[in-house]
Every structure is written in C-alpha cells, then in structure tokens.
C-alpha cells in the first residue's frame, strides 16, 4: 500500500496477551507480527517515518505491587537543546536506515508481568489519552511521561 502521503502510521493494539505473544480471535501471534510489514524493506512509503505502535495486552502473569515514591526535593528537568534529526528518504543522500528505523513502541507493561485495568479500563491508555490532550507536541516525551 502506499503511503507516500502519509506523515507517519500509528497503530493501538488492545486486546489480550501472554509472554511475547498477543491474541486475536483467540489465536495467538507473535507481538513482532505487528509491526514486521511495516519494515523500511517492505513499506518504503513509510521510510524514514515514524511507526507508532500502543500495545496494550498483559506481557505474562506476573503481578508488579509497585514501590510508594517520595517526592523529590527541588530538581527539575531542563528542556535540553532540540534538533530537527529529520531528513527525507525521497531524495538520495547516500546511507543506508536499518529497516526498523523509526519505531515508537510502547508497551503498557513490561515483559512477563500482567497490565492493569481499572473501573475506566487500561490505566495505560487511559494515561496515554489524557496526556496527549494536554500537549502532544513532543510525543517522545508524552509517551515517557506515561510510562
């Protein structure tokens, strides 16, 4: 498909999982398999655009209790120094990109462990929306904040 027009994909995936797998249909397959067409090699449309992937599946059975924070004593971040790293793959430049340059994935809970829900369902998504209603200029950084 071409998508020469396009100025990135972003795809959520909700649904169920287990260790390096996730379900659909009740069938499972490979996480990879979401993302595999996608690749420089197979959708050259997409090169050298972003490929956004929200998965949001339980990565095994584990269940992580948490640790209670304390808040920190008067440090905060600095906006560091921003560069626009981009460049167009429609004009030749002379490198080669691996082919799975430009992935975002972002994965509401580490491998092994199950992903919580609550009464309003996926905390992750949920967290994910709202950040992005608030500022989605820097979505690196959106997504960093909610993980």
Known sequence: EDHSKADCIFIAFLSHGGKGEVYAKDEPFMTELLWENFTADKCESLSGKP??????TCRGNQKDEGKKMKEAEGKKMKNGEQRDLSYSVNRSIGINIPTR????IAFSTVEGFVSFNGQNGSWFIQALVDALKEEADDLL????RVS
């Open 51 to 56: 490929k956004i992937f929200v998965i949001q």
């Open 101 to 104: 340059a430009d992935f975002l």
């Open 141 to 144: 950084s959106t997504f960093t």
